[in-house]
């Protein structure tokens, strides 16, 4: 590898085997955790989690609407435990479908949603790894995540199975509910498993480019990640592993939004953007004039793409090339990898401690201290 | 004397799909005068049935009343797949997979009226069925 290597990259480079791992493991799960019954009952879906679990989230709601054509929508956990309406929650027979993300199943916010959401008369599906935590046990099912430890870095590992298991309930609900054949179905599900071929064979080249692109960026002041649709979520994923291996400024805005707002920010040119942009997104002509204007601009760009610089009328920038799958709502599994190759090592290029080390100012969250010890709000 | 061939076909969702002809066709290519004759399907959520060809409105009625037999139900034990395909299951075992036949005079001994079917309980798939003529012995 590199003098760079760090947890967090191997992380990423440890991806394509836990895509396999995991696909074996969830597939058959996400097949038996409701009954046709309790699928057939969902009029409306909730889904809901913090930090990378809303990502992975907002990374899925479209695959939940495009394959099973149930409105769903993003949630986060607060929103959920103190504002979303009663008047919301309990009707047609346990609806929403509430699904709660948390692989360590004790973040404070999540179990406090899932609370007042059955309480009020949800059904609330559970995706942990910890049966005997309070999110489970504010649960009416759990789909149980078993991810194989590893060296403690931010969550890369932990979000690609977030994303594989609501995948891989939204392929299932729609499969029951009959809109679409078995061998659909089964050829989504195959999709999946092919993407950790295709990210090991692109991981080579795509660590060259991250580990050129984090030298030349890694004294930038702040970074902006810009996306639109479930490329949103990725961009989202990216800031949040620029602040949590860096601790450097990082900003996160939709592709509309970005003309509204962000490129108004000074120092351009030291401002590294990344778009993530996969070329069957339905933004992808907003995409391409945020690419121009970027330019216009003087911002260092990259941008994280299935496609190539002829995709983006051959605008200047670094080209990351992610997984091309069959089926757009699978890209999601991999998108983010180059991401976290670039945090990672600015992590190491700039000496910072993952997290601060949870150390001085700091210590407060060691362990995740503050997002698992709050007071619980139940109106 | 005996003969095996096997046929492919793509079907749509419940579909009634006419075999007749291909299973004539393998009785008159393999030689065979006097013998029998068996089609048989290796799917389980698919059947085979001799039905009358004349009125296009009777596959509508043989559709309609295996759905009143065993209606696809979301409170069947067997979850694994979809409603549609437990159902599916059923219907396939009730109806059977199996036809056999009688070969005289190098045809197939069927009536005016009778057509053979395959009949998808799910779909669209990807079919196939064998058809497998045996000569009497002499």
């Not at chain 1, 085997?17 to 969902?42: C, G, H, M, W």
């Not at chain 1, 996160?252 to 997104?281: C, D, K, P, Y």
């Not at chain 1, 760009?301 to 799958?325: C, M, R, W």
Request: hydrophobic share 40%; proline share 4%.
């Amino acid at each position: 590898m590199n003098k760079y290597e760090n947890p967090m990259s191997r992380q990423v480079f440890s991806l394509p085997e836990l895509i396999k791992e995991q696909y074996a493991d969830l597939e058959p799960k996400s097949r038996t955790v409701l009954s046709f019954q309790e699928i057939f009952n969902i009029q409306r879906i909730v889904l809901t989690g913090c930090g990378d679990s809303y990502a992975a989230a907002m990374a899925t709601k479209h695959a939940f609407e495009m394959l099973t054509e149930i409105p769903t929508e993003v949630v986060s956990a607060i929103e959920l435990s103190r504002f979303y309406s009663k008047k919301h929650m309990g009707v047609d027979c346990r609806n929403p479908l509430v699904i709660a993300v948390s692989n360590s199943g004790t973040v404070a916010r999540v179990a406090e949603s899932v609370e007042r959401a059955r309480k009020y008369g949800c059904y609330v599906l559970g995706v942990t790894g910890n049966l005997e935590s309070p999110l489970a046990k504010h649960s009416d099912k759990v789909l149980k995540v078993d991810i194989p430890k590893f060296e403690s870095a931010p969550g890369t590992r932990s979000y690609m199975v977030s994303t594989m298991a609501l995948l891989l309930l939204a392929i299932r609900f729609g499969e029951v509910r009959g809109k679409y054949t078995m061998e659909q179905a089964m050829d989504y599900r195959y999709d999946i498993r092919k993407q950790g071929e295709l990210l090991e064979a692109l991981l080579p080249a795509m660590n060259e480019q991250s580990l050129e692109l984090a030298e030349q960026w890694k004294d930038y002041p702040c970074y902006d990640f810009v996306g639109a649709g479930f490329d949103y979520a990725a961009a989202w994923f990216g800031q949040a592993k620029i602040l949590e291996a860096t601790g450097k400024f990082a900003m996160h805005i939709n592709s509309e939004e970005w003309f509204h707002l962000n490129f108004f920010a000074r120092e351009a040119g030291r401002m590294g953007t990344f778009l993530v942009a996969n070329t069957t997104n339905p933004a992808m002509s907003r995409n391409k004039e945020l690419v121009k204007y970027a330019n216009e601009l003087g911002r260092p760009l990259a941008i994280i793409t299935n496609g190539s610089k002829a995709d983006f009328d051959h605008e200047d920038g670094v080209y990351l090339q992610v997984p091309d799958p069959k089926y757009e709502i699978n890209m999601v599994l991999t998108q983010y990898a180059p991401l976290c190759l670039i945090a990672s090592y600015i992590s190491i290029m700039i000496g910072e401690k993952y997290g601060r080390g949870c150390e001085g100012k700091w210590s407060f969250c060691e362990g995740g201290y503050c997002v698992k010890h709050s007071e619980i709000v139940i109106d | 004397m005996a003969v095996l061939e096997k046929f492919k076909i793509v079907t749509t969702y419940n579909e009634v799909y006419d075999i007749t002809k291909m299973v004539k066709e393998t009785v008159a290519k393999s030689g065979v005068k006097e013998g029998i004759c068996i089609v048989h399907n290796m799917h389980s959520t698919a059947g085979l049935a001799v039905f009358s060809p004349w009125d296009p409105d009777g596959f509508a009625d043989l559709d309609d009343e295996i759905r009143r037999l065993v209606p696809t139900r979301i409170d069947f034990k067997h979850q694994h797949d979809t409603p549609q395909d437990a159902a599916g299951h059923i219907k396939s075992a009730l109806l059977g997979v199996t036809l056999n036949f009688i070969v005289h005079e190098g045809a197939l001994l069927i009536g005016g009226s009778q057509g053979l079917y395959f009949l998808e309980f799910d779909g669209p798939r990807n079919r196939e069925f064998y058809v497998k003529v045996i000569a009497d012995e002499r």
